[in-house]
């Protein structure tokens, strides 16, 4: 895929959006805005670290679980804040992974950090695919007869895939089986590379007491982020049922990470249109809710940039110096 396609299909989002703001009416939507109940807004805003530092603590857990020395909780908080800063303002929030650059420098091997950031994602995804799945039972009769089977499919295979990817990524055999697999088809030039990789992430599997902790850290995370949401509905006085919330809240975190888009713009719209039509409530009124949304996205966007306009990357050891080590000793 060129780089210009690549910039074409970010750009459907985007395009989405501007299709439903052409065809609905602005000052309906303003007027949405202006009658907002700002205590539940508010509410939602300062929930923010909350969400942070339950988020962190999973992360954590997957590092020591790879035989990585995280640090200290305060600083483990400022780098997920920066993670939520680049996610937010990159296609499929793969700005996300730079965080193990981060790490890079303050000592840590590159391979194991990225993978634990991958873990961590899995974690989040998983818990949202499956709740998506809440969604076939309320929404699945109102697509056309001809895409309910296909769209059943997708989902029961989109929430099963994820489900068995976690586990073998997490048990040490299968993981290394993969590895050796890849070192085997990869071009030769990349052999060496995979092969310390590998090496990195040959560290003791998870286990169950470990793996009961981080789905304990995934339920509240998501809780805390339907939490977060259900405010913003509350805000508006959208009244729809928790079922339909919950669903529709996953459905967006999935279909966002997807890179047709920035920070959800017009996808997410796309998805509260549809879920408020059903119960009686014009696309005005999702739009405004939508703006609320974003309003969360730019909350993480903005407090992530100041975090890392403290901790420049490049800088790891100076900002951490307790737990500085040289790096060309951790390659």
């Not at 800063?85 to 499929?92: E, N, V």
């Not at 007491?209 to 982020?225: D, I, N």
């Not at 259900?230 to 529709?248: C, H, M, Q, R, Y």
Request: proline share 7%; aromatic share 8%; hydrophobic share 55%.
């Amino acid at each position: 895929m060129t780089r210009h396609v690549r910039w074409v299909t970010r750009l459907i989002g985007p395009a989405i959006l501007v299709y439903f703001l052409l065809t609905t009416d602005i000052a309906k939507i303003v007027a949405n805005l202006r009658i907002l109940r700002w205590a539940p807004l508010l509410l939602s805003l300062a929930l923010y670290p909350i969400m942070v530092a339950i988020k962190t603590w999973r992360w954590t857990g997957v590092m020591r679980s790879l035989g990585l020395e995280p640090p200290r909780l305060r600083a483990s908080m400022n780098l997920y804040m920066i993670g939520l800063f680049l996610g937010g303002a990159t296609p499929g929030q793969s700005g996300d992974f730079l965080k193990a650059w981060y790490l890079r420098d303050r000592g840590q091997p590159l391979a194991p950090v990225l993978f634990s950031i991958l873990l961590d994602r899995l974690f989040d995804f998983l818990a949202m695919a499956m709740l998506s799945l809440l969604g076939l039972s309320a929404f699945l009769h109102r697509f056309p007869e001809q895409l309910r089977a296909p769209i059943q499919s997708a989902s029961i295979g989109l929430a099963a895939a994820t489900a068995l990817m976690i586990p073998v990524l997490m048990a040490r055999r299968p993981r290394n089986w993969l590895m050796c697999q890849a070192v085997r088809l990869t071009p030769r030039r990349t052999h060496a590379a995979l092969e310390r990789w590998r090496r990195q992430l040959d560290s003791p599997d998870i286990g169950p007491v470990l793996l009961g902790s981080l789905l304990l850290a995934t339920a509240c995370s998501a809780a805390s982020t339907i939490a977060r949401l259900w405010l913003l509905f509350t805000a508006l006085d959208v009244g729809i049922p928790l079922l339909a919330l919950v669903s529709s809240v996953a459905l967006i975190s999935v279909v966002q990470v997807l890179p047709i888009s920035f920070a959800g713009v017009g996808v997410r719209d796309a998805v509260l249109i549809a879920v408020l039509a059903v119960y009686g409530y014009g696309p005005d009124k999702a739009l405004a809710l939508s703006a609320l949304f974003l309003l969360i996205n730019l909350e993480h966007i903005l407090i992530g940039f100041l975090v890392s306009l403290r901790h420049p990357l490049g800088r790891g050891p100076a900002a951490d110096p307790r737990r500085a080590q040289p790096s060309a000793a951790r390659t």
